[in-house]
């Protein structure tokens, strides 16, 4: 499986921007699609996932209520929708792919490339 990472970018505080995650060969019901990311200097950290199957989602308390993650499974696609986008938000963001819904990234065992999201205030 590979996944592809797209759509950072450089945006102002209070803006929206959606990445998009690429799963070719696509995902079983049983998988987990999580979005992490990593500020420079910081440890990857989780930000949200869906399981492929029922579409339910998770998302950290950092970002709930800001951020949604959704999938079209046509496409093989997972979004992250970012709203009210803060400074701190400022990340190189990954996808990755699992068999089970886990907060760690060592878990994951297939990973996008990243895309860069710049936050400026």
């Known amino acids: 499986v590979q996944l592809q990472a797209s759509g950072g970018g450089l945006v102002q505080a209070g803006d929206s921007l959606r990445v998009s995650c690429v799963v070719s060969?696509?995902?079983?019901?049983?998988?987990?699609v999580a979005w992490f990311r990593q500020a420079p200097g910081k440890e990857r950290e989780f930000v949200a996932a869906?399981?492929?199957?029922?579409?339910?989602?998770y998302l950290s308390d950092s970002v709930k209520g800001r951020f949604d993650i959704s999938r079209e499974r046509a496409k093989n696609t997972v979004y992250l929708q970012m709203n009210s986008l803060k400074s701190e938000d400022t990340a190189v963001y990954y996808c990755?792919?699992?068999?089970?819904?886990?907060?760690?990234?060592?878990?994951?065992?297939?990973w996008g490339q990243g895309t860069q999201v710049t936050v400026s205030s």
């Open positions: 990755a792919r699992g068999n089970s819904l886990e907060y760690g990234p060592a878990h994951y065992s297939s």
């Open positions: 869906i399981r492929w199957g029922t579409g339910r989602t």
């Open positions: 060969g696509g995902a079983f019901s049983s998988h987990v």
